[in-house]
């Protein structure tokens, strides 16, 4: 058996450019295939599938990967797809990987006056996520027809196919542009890891552990930045208190300035332009955020 970890990722989509830049700020270096099919793991024994994302599930569990970067929708949607079938579901969820976020959303006519989900009893809306938005209904005791599309699903109400849709929206444009407003969220998503259980192959388990020690790392430092600001030894303990989830800050004295301090400090969430509002209304002037490159521990 081979000992070579094996991931799949969407070959193409949403996911595809985030999910290769994350793996490559990982330190995993590839080689593809001449039919960008497969990527051959260069410097660690972790190859890439490149597939559809409904793909993905399937392939976890059928082994045939032992790693998925996919959206929580599809894992989710095949999950209720096998739970119905009374197929097994050998897969486990690892980490949040803070991208592709979206929702799954009911939405209707804009000149639909809708109130609540009970109002679409008895109607058909048009999906791609039958078993999600079925699980929905059945949830809320709603008898409703579903009406399963795998593409184009915002004009199922203009065709008279379904008086209602289920689709997922980040910005809400395409409602828009078809005269449709979001009714309802049934369930929210972003990119995820998902495995298939290793606990019978120790030297896979080992690699998996020392990926997800350099994923928590890439993590930690998507949103943390490094802060330096000049502050008010009077204000001081107010100026920390703004700083999103900072770590103790260092404290350095300044030449020549006897009430004031420089402080530097490591901030764990994003720093918003209002946070440097916040600093520098209660005081702090020369504030510095710089992004952080590699953090370990």
Known sequence: MSQRLKIAIQ???RLTEKSLELLERCGLEFTRSKDELFCFGQNMPVDLLLVRDDDIPEFL???????????????????????AKGQPYPLERVRGLGYGRCRLSIAVKRDFDYQS?????GRHIATSYPYLLQDFLDRNGVRAGIAYLSGSVEIAPRLGTAEAICDLVSSGATLAANNLKEAEVIYRSEAALYQ??????????????????????????????????????????AICRILPAAEAPTILPLGGKEDTVAVHTLCRETVLWEHLEQLQAAGASAILVLPVEKMLG
């Open 11 to 13: 070959k193409s989509g």
């Open 61 to 83: 569990r059928e082994g045939i990967c032992d790693l998925g970067l996919v959206g929580d929708n599809v894992a989710e949607e095949n999950r209720l797809k096998a739970q």
């Open 117 to 121: 989900i009970e109002q679409l009893a």
């Open 196 to 237: 298939r259980a290793l606990e019978d192959q120790p030297e896979k388990q080992a690699l998996l552990q020392r990926l997800l020690v350099r994923l928590d790392a890439v993590l930690k430092v998507a949103e943390s930045k490094y802060v330096m600001l000049h502050a008010p030894k009077a204000q001081l303990d």
